[in-house]
């Protein structure tokens, strides 16, 4: 699960690409941390304006990337970063 969600090239590069949409000054998370630890070093270099969005990106983007990982799995879809990067902005914008 941890190769799928923070270490995978699709899922480091959809990592990079939502935190720099959002602008937040965040490192991408590493295999050396957990999520949650990730999360508790990411917020203290994150403005408290955009820790919100941050909260959200440390649980939208894994959940995303499992989404988008079970479609190519049982559905045939193709892996997309484009498709995943697409996902990722309209659910945000929902919440």
């Known amino acids: 699960m941890r190769h799928l969600l923070l270490e995978c090239p699709l899922a ?4 990079h690409e ?11 998370p590493t295999q050396e941390l957990s999520l949650t630890d990730w999360w508790n070093h990411a917020k203290e270099d994150t403005p408290p304006i955009l820790r919100k969005a941050l ?6 983007v894994p ?8 479609s190519c ?4 879809a ?3 970063l484009n498709t995943l990067l697409d996902s990722i902005q ?4 929902s919440w």
């Open 78 to 80: 193709t892996p997309s």
């Open 12 to 15: 480091r590069q959809a990592w």
């Open 63 to 70: 959940w995303m990337v499992s989404k988008h990982r079970n």
């Open 18 to 28: 939502t935190l720099a949409w959002l602008r937040i000054p965040a490192p991408i």
């Open 90 to 93: 309209d659910e945000a914008r």
């Open 55 to 60: 909260k959200s990106v440390s649980l939208q």
């Open 73 to 76: 799995v049982f559905d045939n």
